[in-house]
């Protein structure tokens, strides 16, 4: 082991494991030098044992002394590299999952870990890191296959285009939306990096994001895995900021979408009542009304009740009220009418 940081430095750059003692050094030293020897040493494809050290030693620069070096695009770019390097030969490019980790052959077993480490390296750079993890995006598809996660917390996706799609969605701006909505639209993507991405388009682009979303999300195989792995699509939350194009979608003549906005309301809960009543009180067309109604029905059936009573007294020309002075006077008319 050498004991010093030029030794240890040179170890690095020659692709050998400087030591157990030396990890310590480099992650304590903040020397610009040395942050390059580590990415260096990371684009070079070293050793498992050594490519983890590597990372978790920038973890601790990319948060600390070394985030100044780490944040120049050239720097950047490598880490970025070299998280595309890193995938599981027996994950399909289409994205099929099944069993997949039951028996995975990872280039290294610690790869999982690895990809939590590149996530936290590029956190802390910020907007900086944001151009190399678009141009990724824009790059072929890459495998990514699910993990075993914490207790009670299903499985977690691991994959470099996930970390990239987190970086965009946390530090981007409206002028990465198109390059969210490549990905959400590309076949070859793995279902799970297009169901990330679609939480990140409409993050970053709000609800012009949301028709497309709909109709993409309505693919029987993104509808399948969301709903395998529906701790993966951290989409509901976001969608009472889109109620009347998800209500909308309840007439989409494509009964997938239709599907999907059913299902969109249904997890949404009470958030949807207030629409959902709105929708039957006002609808006019046959598919929102009937989902409209159904829909209350699991939700809160005496809000059912009430938009069917404003709905007949509206069609009779009464206030929706149904009371008072404003009802006073639509009973007037109505009666008017009838003489």
Known sequence: MADDLDGVIRLLRAGQDPGRGAWGLLAGSGRADAVEALVDCLEADAPGHVRTHVLEVLVDLA??????VLAQPAAVRAVVRAMASEHNPDARADGSFDDVWQH???KHQDAPHRFECYQAILEPLRAAAVPSAAEMLEGPP?????EP???????VPCGAKPVAVKVVRSYGSHAQAPVLRGVVSSLGEAPVTRILAVEAWHHLAGADAVPAALHY???PALISQERRWSYLAPLEFLWPSALPQVIAALANEEYAVRSRAIG????????????LAGALREGTDWHILHNARELLAELDPAALELAE????????????AGEGPEGERGLSRAEGDDG
Not at 149 to 155: C, I, L, P, S
């Open 149 to 155: 996660g914490a207790a009670n917390h299903g499985h």
């Open 217 to 219: 999300l309505a693919e």
């Open 63 to 68: 948060w600390g002394s070394g985030r100044r």
């Open 264 to 275: 969109i309301l249904r997890e949404l809960g009470p958030t949807a009542v207030p629409a």
């Open 309 to 320: 009573q404003e709905r007949e007294s509206l069609a009779r020309g009464l206030s929706p």
């Open 104 to 106: 995975r052959t990872w």
């Open 142 to 146: 890459l495998p990514v296959t699910l």
